[in-house]
């Protein structure tokens, strides 16, 4: 059985907007969700956690070998490894589906700054992923235009340095076409689709603000209107 209580305690650190945006989920997927977020929170941190990129190619592999392990049936007694088999065996999604969330920050371990096209690069290969996943979860489909620009939006928010405002405002237009296409849907499909899109939702309103953030109240009020009017 998969400690996902455990899980949900260690993402409210790793991440607290994923973290308050999974709780959205409906029950039935609402761990699947969780245990997604923590893959992806865990994973995204290793860069700006090490200083020497060897060290973080190791870290990188670490997870590699871990869906590989899975492939077998072999969680290595860890939580998010119990997790992760429950996922795949109930929730109908593939391991070789989680590899880009891995493979995408091998550019980042690289010392020094990076241009607004290498971090689009990165957002591009996991932001989609990551959000086609989510869908994949919920069982809700999306188109795969909106799927594309939503997702890197969120990860380009998500890799912003300190000091990049001209990143920021780029993310935040792509945010801004990709909330336009999502508010342009029926609204039965924008139900089924919202729990996985709230974060996109939240990612516009803090690339819009950029620099300055708002408080953690502003954002839980702006989760609630957007889940209560079904909007980002």
Known sequence: MSDFETLRTELRGLDGDLYLCHLFAPAHARDAVLTLYHF??????????VSDPMVGAIRLQWWR????????????????GDALL????HAGVSLPGFLPLIDGRDAALEQGGRTLDELEAEAKQVGPAWLGLACQLLGAKADGGLLQEAGTGFELMRLVPPGGEAIALRAHDILSEACKGFNQLPRAHRKTLLPAFLPIGLARRQAKYFPHGKSLLRYQISLMKMAFLGRL
Do not use: K
């Open 86 to 89: 429950e996922v795949v065996q």
């Open 40 to 49: 992806y929170a865990d994973i995204a941190r290793i860069p700006s956690l």
């Open 65 to 80: 070998d871990l869906l590989s392990a899975l492939e077998d049936g072999e969680t290595r007694g860890t939580p998010i």
